[in-house]
Every structure is written in structure tokens, then in C-alpha cells.
């Protein structure tokens, strides 16, 4: 293998694809990044097993081949080369790779690419279309939302769910849902319904941009895997096995009092609690006042309180549609709640101390996030 790429470009390639390096495997191979020519350009694969990641750049091929570098090795030499071209050689015998770059001159050890795990693909024959921004949207505002408890792996996932030309993702942790639904630019003739690993949509999300280009999404039958591809990157992931819990059963049908109020307000008192609020179990109180005068706006407090640190109270302004409470949330949830919301006003639909709370956007019908209140 003998080939010259863009330093600039390299870098960026290695970057994209080495989130999906093993850090921990009794497989050497699994912590390296497999480098092949293909097609005139030059292709950057990881993965961990349960994750992949392909990135193609653009190479002046002079002669084709594969091998496997040291992530991290490599990934950090890289960054560092002075000149603004990078010549990759490739002693096949030795499986050493020679990188160099203006008055650079190196040689890594390497492991035949034979010993990598093949990288699934897939045909863009009956792939499902999404726009780039709007799906990165979707992620944001659902997988934060999902477990971290490796004991419920269904919950360690996003549910994705198409049907017709509507596409909803759906996350849950038993504390908090979060669900995004979008309209499809075209029907599909077989519905969808997967479970797809957060951390994968995550690094999906990192990897795009907000522009309108089009990301094409496959399931290929029988393999257990959804395949993600870009202009010049694709994600290949596991699918999580099981069934998702009944999440429309968990949000509450009917509310006894609507709170508007200005969301970058209501996040940034949320910030200030979580100060004092993180000492202990991030207990935010929420106390819904009523208008006193018709000359009077109602009002939120939100305060929170550590024997160690001190107290906080802070009071927003708000229009109250029903009668007044006193509600605590877990203040993390609600502020990572606030933070993936995009319209000047929210809402927060509430009916007891004891029952979920929902937050929605004003003026989005897509997204919703329902909360589980904490005792007082």
C-alpha cells in the first residue's frame, strides 16, 4: 500500500472513526483502526463489536492495500505531523506502516487486516431518507433521556418507530421519558421498529452536521443491525433484542394546572438550583403560585437546599392555568430537559405532588418529556 492523503483530512478521519475503538478487549486488533484503499480513496474503519464506524477521504492511490494501526498511535501522530501531505507505505511482510510527513519520518507496527472483524454494508436500495438536521434534532432531544443501567438494556436504547410517513423515537430511564416524532418526506411500505443503542445515535449525532443533506437509514433483515449512512461516513450498530415498555401508558392524559413561562428563564433557575441541589439528590422544589391581582403575574419559585452549601431561591414569572402546587424534580433531569428545547416559551402540565410532570414546548406539538416527581 502506497498512498498520499490530506493531512487536514486524515485527522479529521481518524477522529470520526476512533470513538468506536475498543478500549477494553482481549482482542489487540480491536484497538486498532483498519486503513484500506478503496475506489480511489481511503477508507478509516473501527469497531468494538458493537459499533463500527467507516470514514472515506479523498487519496492519491499509487498502489492499493490494508492494515491495521494502533488507534491512538496513530490518531495522535497525526495531529502532530508538520507538513500538509502524508504519505502512508505499507512493507506488507513486516506489517509496518511508514508515515511521513515534511521532515517527519516514523514507522508504526501494525496487524494484518485479515484479523479485523469484517464491516457489515449494505445497499441503499429501499433506504429510509432523513434530513441530517432534523434527525440530529430527534437524537438530541430523546437519547439523553435513556438508561445508563447495563441490568435493563432495553432501556440502554432508543426505540424508533416508522410507520406510514411518521417517525417517532422514544427514550426511557424509569425516571423520565422523552418522545420525538417527525413527519417523513415519503410513506413507507413496511413499517419500523427497532431499539437502537443511545450511545450509537449519540455518536451518530456527533458525527453529523445541521445541513439539509439526506442520511439513509437501513435494516437489513435477519442480521440484527441498522446501518447509517452518510456522503462519507456510516454507522453500523447492534440493535438491542427485547420489547420496549408501553410508553404511552406513562404519559398522563389530563392536567389540573398549565404553567407557561420563558424557557430560557426556567433553565436558567434550574442551573442555579443544581448548585446547592447536587450536594444531596438534586431535589428541586417547584412552588406554581397563582396570580394574587389581576395586575399581579403568577409566579414560579424553583429552590433547592444543602445542609452543607446553602440554599437558593429563585422566582420567574408565569401564567398559570389552574390551581397553584408544590412539586419537586430530580433539577438535573429538568434542566437537560429545558436544554434540548428550542422555543422561546415552555409549558409544565401538572396535576399533584405525587403524579409525573409533562414539559412541552409551546407551539411544537413533536416533542414532549414527562418527569417523575420526588418526595418532599
Known amino acids: 500500500m502506497k498512498v498520499t492523503v490530506k493531512q487536514d483530512e486524515l485527522q479529521h478521519g481518524l477522529a470520526v472513526v476512533s470513538r468506536a475503538v475498543a478500549t477494553r478487549s482481549t482482542l489487540p486488533v480491536l484497538g486498532n483502526i483498519l486503513i484500506a484503499t478503496e475506489e480511489g480513496e481511503l477508507r478509516l474503519s473501527a469497531t468494538n463489536l458493537e459499533m463500527s464506524l467507516t470514514c472515506w477521504i479523498p487519496a492519491k492511490v499509487t498502489e492499493p492495500g490494508s492494515t491495521t494501526a494502533p488507534a491512538r498511535t496513530l490518531a495522535d501522530l497525526v495531529s502532530a505531523l508538520p507538513g500538509d501531505q502524508v504519505q502512508l507505505v505499507l512493507d506488507v511482510k513486516t506489517q509496518s506502516l511508514n508515515v511521513k510527513s515534511g521532515s517527519s519520518n516514523n514507522d508504526i507496527k501494525c496487524i494484518d487486516a485479515a484479523d479485523f472483524p469484517p464491516i457489515p454494508t449494505a445497499g441503499l436500495d429501499g433506504a429510509l431518507q432523513l434530513k441530517v438536521g432534523e434527525f440530529r434534532s430527534m437524537i438530541q432531544q430523546v437519547a439523553f433521556a435513556a438508561s445508563t443501567d447495563e441490568a435493563r438494556p432495553v432501556l440502554m436504547g432508543v426505540l424508533l418507530n416508522v410507520e406510514k410517513d411518521r417517525v417517532t423515537m422514544v427514550a426511557a430511564d424509569g425516571f423520565r421519558l422523552s418522545v420525538r416524532k417527525a413527519a417523513l418526506a415519503s410513506s413507507v411500505s413496511q413499517p419500523i421498529n427497532v431499539i437502537i443503542p443511545a450511545r450509537a445515535l449519540n455518536e451518530l449525532a456527533r458525527v453529523t452536521g445541521d445541513g439539509d443533506d439526506v442520511i439513509n437509514m437501513m435494516v437489513p433483515k435477519g442480521r440484527g443491525q441498522v446501518v447509517f449512512r452518510l456522503k462519507n461516513v456510516q454507522l453500523v450498530a447492534q440493535l438491542i433484542d427485547g420489547t420496549f415498555p408501553d410508553y404511552q401508558q406513562i404519559i398522563p392524559r389530563a392536567y389540573k394546572s398549565r404553567t407557561l413561562v420563558s424557557t430560557a428563564a426556567l433553565l436558567k433557575a434550574c442551573r442555579q438550583a443544581e448548585i446547592f441541589a447536587r450536594e444531596g439528590l438534586n431535589v428541586a422544589r417547584l412552588e406554581i403560585r397563582e396570580a394574587k391581582g389581576e395586575m399581579k403575574p403568577s409566579e414560579v419559585e424553583i429552590s433547592a437546599t444543602s ?65 417523575m416527581p420526588m418526595h418532599i
Do not use: C, M, Y
Not at 434542566?335 to 407551539?363: M, Q
Open 307 to 371: 445542609e452543607e452549601t446553602g440554599k437558593n431561591e429563585t422566582v420567574v414569572e408565569a401564567s398559570v392555568d389552574g390551581a397553584g402546587l408544590l412539586i419537586a424534580f430530580n433539577v438535573k433531569f429538568l434542566r437537560e430537559a429545558l436544554e434540548v428545547i428550542h422555543t422561546p416559551n415552555v409549558a409544565l402540565e401538572t396535576s399533584a405532588a405525587n403524579a409525573p410532570g409533562v414539559v412541552k414546548p409551546v407551539g411544537d406539538d413533536e416533542f414532549l418529556h414527562v418527569i
